[in-house]
């Protein structure tokens, strides 16, 4: 197994892992016992597509930007992932077969194709005569279904005539562009619209033998439906020279019509049986509804959550009242009155991504976690239901958690690029706290002082060490001596609050005595590796743990002045993310590993994996990837552990925290 650096593990490293409103979760197993791993919550997903059973739209299908299918046969009451034979590649569209709709098509960002013709059970690879470019849109001839199209972003639109056995290119007059959405003219379908990134508006007449730029040059067309009853009628996005529109055209894409102007739209929605009903959803602005045909638009707000951009929309073609929005971050949501109100529709929608979790010391009961794109969620009842905490908090990106030791109510927040947020209801309302620090502050590490807490520390990338002297109102900068500023952890001496551990992006260990005054870098024998945890003994300061991105764990029990290599029972070349001391009895700790956790009973001597598995069959062929970890410390105790694919628990049982 070897293991790359890359930006895109960025998400995966420097996870600070802290002890101390739509309802969005609940267990999908509630049959909880001591070693044994349920999923916990909260419930969401980044969501790209979403389409609807044509025969029985109480049936529904989504695809997330981890590479999930998940299905509803309820309305979106429960769902359950139909993912087995995915590659986990960011689902970018997914169409049902409208003849046979036990047959799906899926295409992903890496440049497959896959189908299904179980209504999702499984999935199969079809990928054959296509180059790897990304996969943007497919859609399906409706006369002849075994004609598929897809428009690949760089390498034009590939056309099937076998079910997606086997694909051929057919970019005469189009060329290898970027093409961001395909249209089949429902009553002629040998008339194709493609719909590109910077090119215009092009057009088949031939099933996409030739291609004509018809309109648009020169612009970013990022939507496209047709009127079905009167398919020379269009309506389309764009984006780029000519800023966020929805444009109409009556002469079939020849001449087009400014409807609308302001935010940029993503996705739109018609309601087919009755086309003059429009749905945009927007990047910033949530979902707008138009009922004359683009005339006039409204703004639909009242359940919708604020600054999560709407990426799907499908509309119930029986009961056109009732609208889909699927959302970047908190999965999707449901109105059934024409888009006036609207709720969360997630229950079973295991795919928000835990960076970073804190408990409650003071109040058990109560866990955070903290999410890549979705905000603050809480658990008021030890991980049973989780709900969105994110009113004022602006940068939904998360990447450390922290919880005043001795005023609980106070929560702080870093996120990656707006700094620190500050909360002093717990959670209830956030407040920028990032006075001082650098503009766009990417937060690597957040802690504080754990006799006086309102001496704070945060690690900002690239920018060094800054620290507070009052709960966050004001920030400086703490850099003398420091000679790496990307500085990946932070630990803090609980005997010697002053004394302070900075982990640097392959620059070894920094120290101070003086609170931040000046800093020494520590001689040892670490490898020149990205340190990415930081752990002290509680109990015995002297002793350490740095965790490695590929050489495991490291102890030192003389403040780093040398290290020793503890991996006895954890998997070669394993990249650490987080590291956890029992406070109860420290030769208990706990390392987070990508692909599991592990814990070791005698100071990192040996190691075992936790007992239970991190994958079953509600999750398929997946393997959700740890972030985090936290126990509250209680009996009995449980082990909370953030995941890829949201919090998932063990009840550790009395006694079980510090004993083999």
């Not at 296509?130 to 590939?158: A, D, Q, R």
């Not at 987070?592 to 007992?611: N, P």
């Not at 990837?625 to 998932?648: C, E, H, W």
């Amino acid at each position: 197994m070897i293991f790359n650096k890359s930006k895109m593990d960025y998400f995966f490293r420097g996870v600070t892992t802290v002890l101390g409103a739509v309802l969005v979760s609940g267990p999908w197993e509630t049959s909880v016992g001591e070693g044994k791993w349920y999923s916990s919550g909260p419930f969401g997903a980044v969501v790209s597509a979403l389409v609807l059973d044509p025969i029985d739209s109480k049936t529904i299908y989504l695809g997330t930007s981890q590479g999930s299918v998940f299905k509803t046969t309820n309305e979106g009451t429960h769902w359950e992932r139909s993912s087995y034979g995915l590659s986990g590649s960011s689902i970018e569209t997914l169409t049902i077969d409208p003849s046979t709709a036990e047959i799906l098509y899926a295409g992903t960002v890496s440049g497959s194709v896959f189908k299904s013709s179980n209504a999702g059970k499984n999935w199969i690879l079809r990928s054959s005569g296509l180059l790897g470019h990304p996969i943007k849109t497919l859609v399906i001839n409706p006369s002849k279904p075994s004609t598929v199209y897809v428009g690949t972003f760089g390498g034009g639109i590939f056309k099937s005539k076998n079910g997606g056995k086997s694909w051929g290119p057919i970019n005469i007059g189009l060329g290898a562009r970027q093409v961001e959405v395909l249209a089949v003219d429902p009553l002629k379908p040998r008339i194709l619209y493609a719909g590109t990134h910077g090119g215009g508006l092009f057009k088949s007449l031939n099933s996409g033998k030739k291609w004509s730029q018809i309109s648009l040059a020169n612009t970013w067309v990022t939507g496209l439906v047709i009127d079905p009853f009167k398919p020379s009628t269009l309506f389309s996005t764009t984006d780029g020279n000519l800023g966020g529109m929805v444009l109409k055209s009556l002469d079939a894409g020849k001449n087009w019509k400014v409807m609308q102007k302001g935010p940029v739209v993503v996705t739109l929605g018609m309601d087919m049986s009755n086309p003059a009903i429009l749905f945009a959803g927007t990047l910033t602005q949530g979902l707008l509804k138009t009922t004359d045909g683009g005339t006039q638009w409204d703004s639909l707000e009242e359940g919708l959550p604020s600054l999560f951009p709407i990426r799907a929309l499908v509309i119930d073609p029986v009961n056109g009242s009732k609208i889909y929005a699927g959302t970047a971050g908190l999965g999707v949501f449901l109105s059934a009155d024409d888009g006036t109100r609207w709720k969360s529709s997630n229950s079973g929608l295991t795919e928000v991504i835990v960076q970073t979790l804190a408990v409650d010391r003071a109040n058990p009961e109560i866990a955070y976690a903290g999410s890549q794109s979705a905000g603050i969620f809480k658990t008021s009842d030890r991980g049973l239901n989780w709900i969105g905490v994110n009113k004022g908090l602006t940068d939904k990106r998360v990447e450390a958690l922290l919880i005043d030791s001795l005023h609980t109510e106070k929560v702080y927040a870093g996120t990656f690029g707006s700094g620190v947020f500050k909360s002093e209801d717990r959670g209830q309302s956030w407040t920028p706290a990032r006075n001082g620090l650098p503009p766009l502050s990417i937060i690597k590490s957040l802690l504080a002082d754990p006799a006086k807490p309102t001496i704070l520390y945060t690690a900002v990338d690239g920018e060094g060490i800054f620290k507070s002297i009052n709960s966050g109102s004001s920030w400086n900068a703490i850099n003398e001596g420091l000679s790496q500023k990307n500085v990946l952890a932070l630990a803090i001496d609980p005997v010697t609050p002053n004394k302070l551990y900075a982990a640097s992006d392959g620059s070894g260990i920094f120290r101070t005595i003086d609170g931040g005054e000046n800093w020494d870098q520590i001689p040892q024998s670490l490898p020149n590796n990205l340190i990415d945890a930081l752990a002290i003994d509680p109990s015995s300061p002297n002793i350490l743990y740095a965790g490695t991105f590929g050489e495991g764990v490291f102890k030192s029990t003389n403040e780093g002045a040398t290290w020793s290599a503890i991996n006895q029972g954890l998997p070669d070349f394993s990249v650490v993310r987080a590291l956890l001391i029992d406070p109860s009895g420290s030769s208990t700790v706990y390392a987070v590993l990508q692909h599991g956790l592990f814990r070791s009973h005698d100071g990192g001597a040996s190691w075992l994996t936790i007992d239970g598995p991190l994958t079953n069959q509600a999750l398929d062929n997946f393997d959700p990837q740890l972030r985090a970890v936290a126990i509250n410390f209680t009996k009995p105790a449980d082990l909370y552990s953030g995941t890829s694919m949201g919090v998932i628990k063990m009840s550790l049982g009395a006694g079980l925290l510090s004993q083999p």
